[in-house]
């Protein structure tokens, strides 16, 4: 969502952010000669160090809502680090309770709405999304995410026909994404525009991982799983996106847990015999 609207709370990973930052860039390693699994676009220890210190947050977080349960920031700041270990319906449960206490965060709280999307409950994130129209009808990144919502709940003709209308002026790269989701616009149109832009290599990265972020969310929404994985891969190893404010880096893991979700169903779907099991352990989350 609109990076001012994104500065209400402060990241939860201020530990994370020193530690693992400086790896992103880093190439994960090659895939092993005859791997029919997707490459996670981040190396191991970027992976493992953004789960330990969401974790730790988690861990540490409780502890303060257990002597203070009130405490909205620390509620915002666990909903966060739970969302970033794909425990979706927790995060919920926190944003919840964030919006309960303060019944201002009702129309406005956008991460909610993508927690509810994750959490398999499009309803209610579809009805997140048009609530936060009112707050803010100039944010067509919200529009995108109504229109995934109501996509999953029921079909991509549905939310196409259903799009929010804008009148005003939006960030870029904005206008032309969601003229992807409207259908006047391919995905290497919204790409070349942006390379071909006359811009700063700090803004055209910015734009370029928003890009990416939303066409693979768009393949993924119309079920083309290999192109979806491609260009979440892309965001997620975008080296803008993570260093930059709350919002940003909020949508940043964003496109990582998705790519982790497909990346899950496509070992499942391969043979048996060539599969190995996912890295943590975890069943396949459902469909994103």
Not at 108 to 120: D, K, L, P
Not at 159 to 183: C, M, Q, S, W
Not at 202 to 208: I, L, P, V
Not at 221 to 228: I, K, M, Q, Y
Request: hydrophobic content about 35%; proline content about 7%; overall charge negative.
């Amino acid at each position: 969502m609109s990076p001012q609207k994104s500065m209400l709370v402060r990241s939860p990973y201020p530990v994370l952010v020193a530690c693992w930052l400086t790896m992103i860039a880093a190439p994960p390693p090659a895939p092993a000669r005859g791997a029919d699994q997707p490459v996670h676009p981040l190396a191991t220890d970027v992976r493992e160090r953004i789960r330990l210190d969401a974790e730790e947050s988690v861990r540490v977080l409780t502890l303060q809502l257990e002597t203070d349960p009130a405490n909205g920031q620390a509620l915002s700041q666990r909903g966060d680090a739970l969302f970033s270990l794909s425990r979706f319906d927790e995060a919920v449960r926190d944003y919840n309770d964030m919006a309960n206490r303060d019944l201002t965060l009702d129309r406005s709280h956008w991460r909610r709405g993508i927690a509810w999307f994750y959490a398999g409950d499009y309803e209610a994130a579809a009805s997140q999304f048009e609530r936060y129209h009112s707050f803010d009808n100039v944010d067509r990144e919200n529009g995108i995410w109504r229109y995934l919502s109501q996509a999953r709940n029921s079909d991509v003709a549905t939310a196409r026909a259903g799009l929010l209308k804008y009148e005003k002026d939006d960030r870029e790269p904005f206008p032309d994404v969601f003229r992807l989701f409207a259908g006047t616009i391919e995905p290497e149109q919204v790409l070349t525009r942006i390379d071909e832009a006359k811009l700063g290599d700090s803004e055209r990265e910015a734009r370029r991982f928003y890009a990416q972020l939303y066409i693979g969310l768009n393949h993924a929404v119309e079920n083309r799983d290999d192109e979806a994985l491609q260009h979440l891969a892309e965001a997620t190893r975008n080296t803008w996106a993570p260093r930059a404010s709350y919002g940003p880096r909020w949508m940043w893991h964003v496109g990582r847990v998705h790519w982790e979700q497909l990346a899950a169903r496509a070992a499942d779907a391969s043979p048996a015999e060539n599969r190995n099991p996912p890295e943590d352990g975890r069943e396949s989350p459902r469909r994103p």
